[in-house]
């Protein structure tokens, strides 16, 4: 007898949806395709020598490190973590900080505290899709808000935030984007948070990004403007995605069950590299490690922006981010990007088409290029292909 599986799926099963609706391994490929769709720091630049040198250190004078223990997370770290949030303007107390593995777990965290089948959740759209993977199992109604080069629209958000049933939670990512690069500006800042205390509705702000910024630092996190916003951060853009080491910061009145509802997900998270983040922390390296990366990141991204200037005027506007790692593109009404990838594919470069980033995963005029883990000759290499493709599908007569 075999079993039943089709039958005995869970219904939320069929949220479960895989992160890109694009199956890079099957477009039409030459060998040496140009990968935009990157969301990483770029290998080379990983700091193997530091975090392995922490690690050697943590194994040798902290044997407990194997053991479990602290689901709410390495005290030290945390009061790592709250010193360097308080430096960036937020009031953040070290028993406020709870450690994830990465931010995609608090994010999961917190939808498990909220949401009840059915709920409300609105998002910016374009929005980070792994949020989305999160809600859609939830049952959650999403809702959207617009993003223009400022931010959220607030007008918006405040239709969304009076419309019936009162919507559970705002889930932003206000400083440079992902996908849009853009940054909530001071104004709107200030009144997303007077909005969300108006109508009771907590704020999830995401904020892998905010440190790494080019020319200057951005406004400080909405956390700094009200002591209820939940805020998530990670060391996965900062240091490595693979650490799968992140926090999330909550009211007191929360902690107890995030805690527990840690527990209950994976324990706890990795104990040895809690130990070694905490040594890498201290002292002055990781401020120069950040240093280095915004500027290695402030040159791709220009370059990737005269780029653009050079093959896309005319046919496409683009964002201007001011930090993170994505450029997002916009191309005229009714360009489908899904079908463009494949023309693209077949010139050597791929992007990750703006289909993605929405609920509706239709297929949208926009698209959204990476630049961290590209060369300097693959960025103009890239671009130059990706004219290509784009003049021969928007403008025949051009090719
Ligand atoms: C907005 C946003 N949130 C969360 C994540 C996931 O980060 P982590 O590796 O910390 O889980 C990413 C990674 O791309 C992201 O862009």
Known sequence: VSIPWNRLLAERTAWIRPSLLVDFERLPSSADLILFSGGAPPLECLPVERIAGALAEAWHAEPEALWYGESQGHEPLRVLIAERMRQRGAAVEPDEVIIT????QGID?????LLEPGDRVIVEAPTYFGALQVFEPFDARISTVPVDEHGMVIEALERELASAPRPKLIYTVPTFQ???GVTLDPERRAALVALAERYGVPIVED???GELWFDRPPPPPLRALHPDVLYLGTF????APGLRIGWLVAPR???KLLVDAKEGAD???DRLLQRALARVLEG???????????????????LLLRCLERELAGLATWTAPGGGFFVWGTLPDGVDTDALLVECARQGVAYIPGSAFYPDRAPRPSFRLGFTTLSPAELEEGIARLGRAIRAAVQPSLA
Do not use: V
């Open 109 to 113: 965290l917190i939808a498990r505290l």
């Open 236 to 239: 996965s853009k900062t240091l």
């Open 284 to 302: 002055a390296w990781f401020e120069r490690h950040l240093e280095a990366a915004r500027a290695n990141y402030r040159e791709r991204c220009a």
């Open 178 to 180: 992902n996908p849009t």
């Open 253 to 255: 009145r929360l902690m």
């Open 267 to 269: 324990i706890q998270a």
């Open 101 to 104: 593995n990465g931010s995609q």
């Open 207 to 209: 904020d892998p990004y």
